[in-house]
């Protein structure tokens, strides 16, 4: 916010006119014998409102810089208020002081000696408001944005998986493998056959587990050990495996095709002869599925385009909150694979037949729209009778300021609870949905076209 000081500059001289033209309204009327008096006043109404916009503004810039965690959310607007209500009374005091002493001539003495809290509480109350007001269009905006982002990880979804289809098996693996099977019918039928049988198998798996987000370690282990049957055809002693039989825990799982991914790159980026083995090595450790190999990198190759490794990422990102790790040593290249299981915390707790589908997210979305509505509802219910007290018992005979914030919410929560039950009116539910659909059709068409 005080990166853009000129338009802060706008914001707080417009604020500084309503302001002005409600305390007049309040105060009886625009009366003023001379121009020089009004521009006096509007003068020190915009000062005030300067002053306290600025401070208050730099403050919510202040807490907007620091971390904040999800859960802190209560925590960050409870100081946010209680933060703007002692800004504001400073502020409200230096200012009395420089109109009362500075420009009325009043010693600091009797400045102090008739200073009263009625003198406070049009300025206290017109800013607390805005800051109130301010409070809430920004968490919406916000609440608004997060939504949008989630609307995002479902095309993400979408998109990830049809790179992962288009990239999940080399080209060159397939022009190789039939290179390799072209050899054998000459020289070997037998292991032609088996060839042959081991490359539709590979496919076959591709098939089927391109819809699955996960999928069980051992499943993945089987395919690896069919994969790896087929470069030990091509390269023969010339690469050496060492896999395990199976997971420790049967429950864990692995994206799909992740080994089939990482062995392809140890063989293509790395020497595969007789006189200098391959050595790859798969194993577990502290809860993560390991593929090392031995580095010695080819003296010519291509640069690398990182599709696979990127592609394990992606996956993984859209699935938990657990990373995948790469550790290059100077004899040696690990890749390093989360394996997850239905007791991770960082994953979506989702019932273990339930597909992770935009049904799911959609109905989540939908849940947390009307907590969050009732929250706020139950919180104007219990915020707002109190402010009426406070206003009744302490300073009944002052303007009825409790209709500032009752009115400032109340018209954010008319829009919550809008935006909540109402589907098909304008800005509704259903269309949002059919917004973020249309946008979503016309950059594919894009893409396409």
Known sequence: MATKPFKNIIITFIIGCIVYAIGKLLSGGFHYSTVNQFLIEFTFY???????????????????????????????????????????????????VFTDVLYYGLSFEEFI????????????????????????AYFYNRYQKNKIKEQKVIAGTASAKFDALKNQLDPHFLFNSLNVLTSLIEENPKNAQKF?????????????????????????????????????????????????????????????LSLQLLLENAVKHNMVTSSKPLHIRIYESGG????????????????????GLENIKQRYELLSNKTVSINQQAT??????????????????????????????????RVEEMKEFYYSLISYCIVIPF?????YRYTPNTIQWFWFPMLGWGMGLAFH??????????????????KIEKFMREEEEERWN
């Open 46 to 96: 915009q000062l005030y409102a300067f002053v306290l916009g600025y401070s208050n503004t730099y403050f919510f810039g202040y807490l907007e810089r620091r971390q904040w965690k999800k859960q802190d959310t209560i925590k960050r607007i409870v100081i946010g208020i209680l933060g703007a209500i002692v800004i504001t009374l400073v502020g409200l005091f230096f200012l009395r």
């Open 113 to 136: 000696a008739n200073e009263t809290w009625g003198g406070y509480v049009f300025g206290f109350w017109i800013t607390m408001t805005i800051v109130v007001i301010f409070h809430v």
């Open 196 to 256: 042959t049988t081991s490359l539709s198998k590979v496919y076959r798996y591709v098939l089927e587990q391109k819809n699955k987000d996960l999928i069980t370690v051992d499943e993945e282990l089987r395919f690896a050990k069919t994969y790896m049957s087929l470069l030990k055809m091509r390269f023969e002693d010339s690469i050496i495996f060492e896999i395990p039989e199976q997971a420790t825990n049967p429950e864990s799982k692995v994206v799909p």
């Open 288 to 307: 993560m599925l390991i593929v090392e190999n031995n580095l010695q990198p080819k003296q010519i190759v291509k640069k690398s385009s990182g599709v």
């Open 332 to 365: 040696s290249f690990a890749v390093a694979i989360p394996m997850l299981t239905k007791q991770v915390s960082t994953m979506k707790a989702i019932e273990p037949k339930t597909n992770y589908d935009d049904r799911y997210i959609r109905a989540r979305k």
């Open 387 to 391: 402010l009426f007290f406070i206003w």
């Open 417 to 434: 609870a809008y935006k909540v039950y109402v589907n098909d009116g304008v800005l509704g539910n259903g269309w949002e949905k059919r």
